[in-house]
């Protein structure tokens, strides 16, 4: 997999170099070509001095072949409009926006780019959105009672869930939504709330079942039968 990455600081450079580790390809593009300096030299021959919504640049950074963008600059602007790009214009699949100023994420989600705030703003959170399921990236539970038979973990909001409701969640597998995360805020959610683009579950299950949950909340489609 091929994965366009905006903005090469601290978060930047780490998703790089755990990306490649993983044995994916990857392209950092930065304004500032010194920031590439945190790259290995390997990494930083791909690098693109750039803006992140420059065609041009994104071509540059083979954006055409991509299957994950995440933008993680400095700036909102910048990167809520290169995921739109990366998004609407280049059909890249999995996409995620660095979000500073809650008030405007929701707007943001509403656009169909997910962005997770600063607080939870992690290499391994943004990992989960650009690789959903993938090696390496499972850090174990969030938490687990003191029998070991229940865990809660975080579980980003598949796209075949959104604008469906968390009993129809709940009715099709073996879980129950603890709390989601949304827009920087963290909601305690009814029923019959419904799910948004950008949502990130934190789900109760059995411990033995729980990877079998991961799997089937990225597998099911809207309806909960098997894709």
């Known amino acids: 997999m091929h994965v366009v990455i905006l903005g090469c600081g601290r978060v930047g450079s780490t998703l790089a170099h755990t990306l490649e580790d993983m044995g994916h390809t990857v392209a950092v593009i930065d304004q500032d070509p010194d920031a590439f300096r945190r790259l290995r030299s390997s990494t930083a021959k791909t690098a693109v001095a750039g803006l992140g919504h420059d065609r041009d640049v994104l071509v540059s950074a083979g954006i055409e072949d991509a299957s994950a963008f995440a933008a993680v600059s400095s700036g909102d602007n910048s990167n809520i409009i290169s995921a739109r790009v990366a998004r609407e214009t280049f059909g890249v699949e999995h996409v995620v926006a660095r979000i500073y100023d809650p008030r405007r994420a929701e707007v943001y989600q509403r656009l169909g780019i997910p962005t997770v705030g600063t607080v939870h703003w992690t290499a391994?959170?943004?990992?989960?959105?650009?690789?959903?399921?993938?090696?390496?990236?499972?850090?174990?539970?969030?938490?687990?009672?003191?029998?070991?038979?229940?865990?809660?973990?975080?579980?980003?909001?598949?796209?075949?869930?959104?604008?469906?409701?968390?009993?129809?969640?709940?009715?099709?597998?073996?879980?129950?939504?603890?709390?989601?995360?949304?827009?920087?805020?963290?909601?305690?959610?009814?029923?019959?709330?419904?799910?948004?683009?950008?949502?990130?579950?934190?789900?109760?299950?059995?411990?033995?079942?729980?990877?079998?949950?991961?799997?089937?909340?990225?597998?099911?489609?809207?309806?909960?039968?098997?894709?």
Do not use: F, K
Request: hydrophobic share 40%; proline share 7%; charged share 25%.
């Open 124 to 227: 391994d959170t943004i990992l989960r959105w650009l690789v959903p399921g993938g090696p390496g990236l499972d850090s174990g539970p969030l938490w687990r009672d003191p029998s070991g038979s229940l865990v809660m973990t975080e579980a980003p909001l598949s796209s075949a869930w959104v604008d469906r409701r968390i009993e129809q969640l709940e009715a099709a597998l073996p879980l129950r939504v603890a709390y989601l995360a949304r827009a920087g805020e963290i909601l305690l959610p009814r029923s019959d709330e419904t799910l948004r683009a950008g949502d990130v579950l934190h789900v109760l299950a059995r411990s033995d079942e729980i990877q079998a949950v991961q799997a089937r909340l990225r597998m099911y489609d809207s309806e909960g039968n098997g894709v």
